[in-house]
């Protein structure tokens, strides 16, 4: 079965600084498809970043960028110069041959002032 | 573009009847996915549809059952309620309908049964 693994129901950062969110998953596929997703409260869930597994090159969105270890099934989310409207939960999810995404349990991103 | 609308955005219901949810995806995008999002089971996979037909379909009993229109419009259908069956539901909507796309999220619709 293919599991997403998001180890760090809660995380804290000061504005400003750098956070890095962790993911792993686990899958038998070889062409497959990573997001990061930001679900602030009680509003829309929104893609922060996406990675395609066949690229070797990490993806970057202005302050968010991941690092992508394929052979560890891993997949973390860097967030810098983090922002107070940063704060949200954010998901990790994995996408391949079908359109059905596998959800990690998603870490709540606090930013102290 | 107008992004994914999805009606009602709440709703109520009692245990035993029946509740339609609807989900306009973004103009031109031919797939729409449902999920059911829970405290306790997290973010879990409907069904998806694309082009009127249903193409994948999650874990869930038959009474969670979905259409779509020929103008990419879904509805899903949730029958004889149960108390369980209050969650955030969510609708994505995809544009060509490929495995590579990105899936773009309404805002849900929250359902309580009581």
């Known amino acids: 079965a293919q599991t997403v693994t998001q180890s760090q129901p809660e995380m804290s950062v000061q504005e400003a600084e750098t956070v890095t969110l962790s993911c792993t998953y686990d899958?038998?596929?070889?062409?497959?498809?990573l997001f990061w997703y930001k679900q602030p409260p009680s509003r829309q869930m929104i893609l922060v970043i996406r990675q395609e597994a066949y690229k070797q090159q990490n993806a970057t969105e202005n302050r968010f960028s991941v690092n992508f270890q394929k052979a560890a099934k891993s997949f973390s989310l860097k967030i810098s110069d983090s922002q107070l409207g940063d704060a949200a939960m954010y998901f990790c999810a994995k996408g391949g041959a079908t359109n059905k995404l596998i959800f990690g349990t998603g870490t709540l991103l606090a930013v102290q002032p | 573009k107008a992004g994914v609308t999805q009606t009602p955005r709440y709703l109520i219901k009692t245990r035993g009847q029946q509740v339609t949810l609807s989900c306009s995806p973004i103009s031109g995008h031919r797939s729409v996915s449902w999920y059911q999002q829970t405290p306790g089971q997290g973010l879990q996979f409907l069904f998806e549809?694309?082009?009127?037909?249903?193409?994948n379909k999650g874990n869930f009993p038959g009474r969670f059952s979905g259409r779509q229109f020929s103008n990419s419009r879904s509805e899903m259908n949730v029958s004889t309620l149960e108390l369980g069956d209050s969650a955030l539901y969510l609708c994505?909507?995809?544009?060509?309908?490929?495995?590579?796309?990105?899936?773009?999220f309404g805002p849900g619709t929250r359902l309580t049964v009581l």
């Open positions: 899958t038998s596929e070889s062409d497959y498809y």
């Open positions: 994505a909507s995809l544009a060509g309908g490929a495995s590579t796309d990105t899936q773009y």
């Open positions: 549809y694309f082009s009127e037909t249903q193409r």
